[in-house]
């Protein structure tokens, strides 16, 4: 980021709007956003995306990166807590971010996108389901209930200082394992789930590129609207047009 591109985003975020940064900026709207998202520095294309813990938007990240072979690219996809996406998405870190609202947080979530200025866009309902490695003793079960998986070790992401039930990523109930553990990163994740047969609350949608891993839907059902949010005040850029075709894709299987 260069320091230009820097006082933008610092003038947007003590602004709270596009509109008005850019009056104080003495530039257009326009430009403040080709600048900050969609601009290119001696031909290199930028742009970011912030996301819960969810492989289907690596997988459709990789679908947009894999479109630009020749072209040179500064691109950013941050992996991050619920509440650290709309801030980056708020203050223009990110162009866009994808989450999944549900029972537990949607009216507090929807409350939060109003005071950020954010507009969330359903992209699938999913049914709540569980993760868990091909070699789990319960893969081979149709469904699963919170019951049947309170033996198993819970993994779940760690939220940071925010209150976890709203910002949870998951429904809470499928959590309420005696034997939880919090990690940063999917890398941990997976090696857990793995290694100790753990399980994690997921949102049902598992990339093509997990084949050790299945997802086995939650009884009773409940589900998951997964979406995105953008900025109320901002047009979205090319490639986050791109981007959004392609979460489309990825949610789709």
Not at 73 to 85: D, I, K, S, W
Not at 96 to 119: C, M, P, Q, T
Request: charged share 20%; proline share 5%.
């Amino acid at each position: 980021m260069t320091l230009q591109q820097l006082r933008y985003a610092v003038t947007v975020a003590e602004c709270g709007t596009i509109s008005a940064a850019a009056e104080k900026l003495f530039i257009s709207q326009a430009q403040l956003m080709q600048e900050r998202f969609g601009g290119q520095e001696q031909g290199e294309k930028r742009f970011a995306v912030s996301s819960q813990h969810f492989n289907f938007t690596v997988w459709a990240f990789t679908q947009l990166v894999q479109r630009l072979p020749n072209q040179r690219y500064n691109l950013h996809f941050r992996e991050t807590t619920t509440y650290e996406v709309l801030e980056d998405v708020s203050q223009l870190r990110s162009e866009i971010g994808v989450l999944a609202l549900n029972e537990d947080n949607e009216r507090y979530l929807r409350r939060l996108f109003s005071k950020l200025e954010l507009e969330f866009t359903e992209l699938k309902r999913v049914r709540a389901s569980i993760i868990m490695s091909a070699e789990h003793p319960l893969a081979g079960h149709r469904s699963v209930t919170v019951e049947d998986v309170i033996p198993y070790p819970c993994i779940t992401f760690e939220q940071g200082e925010h209150n976890e039930l709203f910002f949870f990523e998951g429904l809470s109930a499928a959590a309420q394992s005696p034997r939880r553990i919090c990690v940063r990163e999917r890398a941990t994740e997976y090696q857990l789930l793995q290694e100790l047969n753990g399980f994690c609350p997921d949102v049902g949608v598992v990339s093509p590129a997990m084949p050790n891993f299945i997802s086995v839907p939650l009884l009773p059902e409940k589900y998951h609207s997964i979406g995105y949010i953008l900025r109320r005040d901002m047009t979205p850029s090319p490639m986050t047009l791109e981007y959004i075709a392609a979460l489309q894709e990825a949610a789709s299987v």
